[in-house]
C-alpha cells in the first residue's frame, strides 16, 4: 500500500476515532467504553430470547436443513479440513521454492485454487447464517454497539437505550456502512505491524503502544499487537527467514507451518523415544521394532517413519502377504541395502 494510505490507516487505528458528515453536520464515532461493550451483550440476550423472532430458525435448524438437501453434508466438513491442510502444505512448499520462480508461479496457482475451493466450501456451510436467529441477534447488537459510540462534535451522544430503537437511523447508516467498506484486511495489518513507521513505534513502546489497558482496546488495536507480536517472533526466531521470505505473507505462512511441523516432530520423537527407553529399546539403532501395547501406541511410532520409511513397510507388508513369513534379510529393501553396500566396496577397492 502506498504510505499516504499506511499513514491514515495507523492514525485511524491508534485513535480509534472515525468522523463522518452527515447532511452537513459532522459526527465522531468513538471507542466503546466497558459499559456500552456489557450493554450491547445484554441487548444481543434481549434479542435472543424475545418471543417476537421465534419464527427466525437457529444455526441447529440451520445445519439440519443444509445437510437435508444436500449442500453441507458430514464429508463436506472433512473436505474443508483436507483442503486447510493442502494448503498449508503448498505454502510450506512455496517457502522452500525461494529460489526458484518458476516453481513459486506454479505454486501461487494452486494456492489461488485451493483457497477458491476454501471460500467456495465456507460459503456452502454458512449459506442460511443470515436467516439465523443468532446471526440476527448479533447483528442488532454489533449496530446497538456503534449506535451508542456516535456523538456530536461538542460531545452529545445521538443514540441511546431508550431511543435506539425509534430514532432515524441515517446517522448510523453512514458509519456501518463506510466500516463495512473499509475493513482493515489482515494483508493491510500485517504490512502495517512488519514496516514504518509503526515497526519503530512498537519497538519503542510495545508494552503499553495505545496507552490503554487490554480492556479498552478496539479490535484493530488487538489486531494490531497480535500481528506486531507475530513478527516478534519471527526476527527473535533462531531460525529467522530471510526479509524475502517475511515480506510476503503467503511464504511467511509456510515457514510458520514448517516450523510448526518441525515441533510436532520434535516432541512425537522425544515421546517414542521416552517410549522405547521404558521398553528397553535403543532408539540410535537404524531400524527399532518395538511390540506396542496399545493402538496409540503404535501410532505415534508409525507418525514418526518418514515417507521412505512408510513406503519400505508398505512394501514389506505386501511381500509377507505374498509370501508369508520373512526373515529380515529377505526383504527386498534389506536385498538392495546390501547390495549397494557391496557395490561401494567394491569401488572403494578399485580407487585404493
Not at 24 to 40: H, Q, R, T
Not at 49 to 58: A, C, E, G, P, W
Not at 196 to 213: G, V
Request: glycine share 2%; with cysteine.
Amino acid at each position: 500500500m502506498d504510505q499516504q494510505k499506511k499513514f491514515s490507516l495507523i492514525n485511524t487505528i491508534s485513535t480509534g476515532i472515525i468522523f463522518q458528515s452527515v447532511e452537513g453536520n459532522l459526527y465522531k464515532l468513538l471507542p466503546p467504553d466497558n459499559e456500552i461493550k456489557a450493554l450491547s451483550e445484554f441487548v444481543y440476550q434481549e434479542m435472543l430470547y424475545n418471543t417476537k423472532f421465534d419464527q427466525l430458525i437457529n444455526k441447529s435448524q440451520a445445519s439440519y436443513f443444509l445437510q437435508k438437501k444436500n449442500i453441507w453434508i458430514p464429508s463436506d466438513e472433512k473436505k474443508l479440513e483436507d483442503n486447510n491442510k493442502f494448503i498449508d502444505e503448498l505454502k510450506i512448499a512455496l517457502y522452500k521454492s525461494l529460489y526458484n520462480n518458476k516453481e513459486q508461479k506454479q505454486i501461487r496457482k494452486k494456492i489461488s485454487i485451493v483457497q477458491k475451493n476454501i471460500n467456495k466450501l465456507l460459503l456452502a456451510k454458512h449459506s442460511l447464517d443470515y436467516m439465523t436467529l443468532e446471526n440476527f441477534s448479533e447483528t442488532i447488537r454489533d449496530e446497538f454497539l456503534i449506535a451508542n459510540c456516535i456523538h456530536t462534535l461538542d460531545g452529545q451522544k445521538v443514540y441511546n437505550y431508550n431511543n435506539f430503537w425509534q430514532s432515524d437511523s441515517t446517522i448510523l447508516n453512514k458509519f456501518t456502512t463506510y466500516i463495512q467498506m473499509n475493513a482493515i484486511s489482515s494483508e493491510e495489518y500485517r504490512e502495517i505491524a512488519r514496516s514504518e513507521p509503526f515497526r519503530s513505534l512498537w519497538l519503542i513502546s510495545k508494552n503499553n503502544i495505545f496507552s490503554k489497558s487490554s480492556l479498552e482496546l478496539t479490535l484493530d488495536q488487538k489486531n494490531m499487537i497480535l500481528y506486531s507480536r507475530m513478527y516478534d517472533n519471527v526476527y527473535e526466531s533462531q531460525d529467522r527467514p530471510s526479509d524475502e521470505v517475511i515480506e510476503d505473507d503467503l511464504m511467511l505462512d509456510g515457514w510458520f507451518a514448517f516450523q510448526k511441523k518441525k515441533s510436532e516432530l520434535e516432541r512425537k520423537q522425544k515421546e517414542v523415544d521416552d517410549l522405547l527407553n521404558k521398553k528397553g529399546a535403543n532408539s540410535g539403532a537404524g531400524d527399532v521394532f518395538v511390540m506396542s501395547s496399545s493402538r496409540d501406541e503404535a501410532k505415534k511410532v508409525n507418525q514418526l517413519n518418514d515417507l521412505n520409511a512408510q513406503m519400505k513397510l508398505k512394501q514389506r507388508r505386501n511381500q509377507i502377504e505374498k509370501q508369508g513369513a520373512v526373515s529380515e534379510e529377505k526383504f527386498a529393501d534389506v536385498k538392495m541395502d546390501l547390495r549397494n553396500e557391496a557395490m561401494r566396496q567394491m569401488a572403494n577397492r578399485f580407487k585404493g
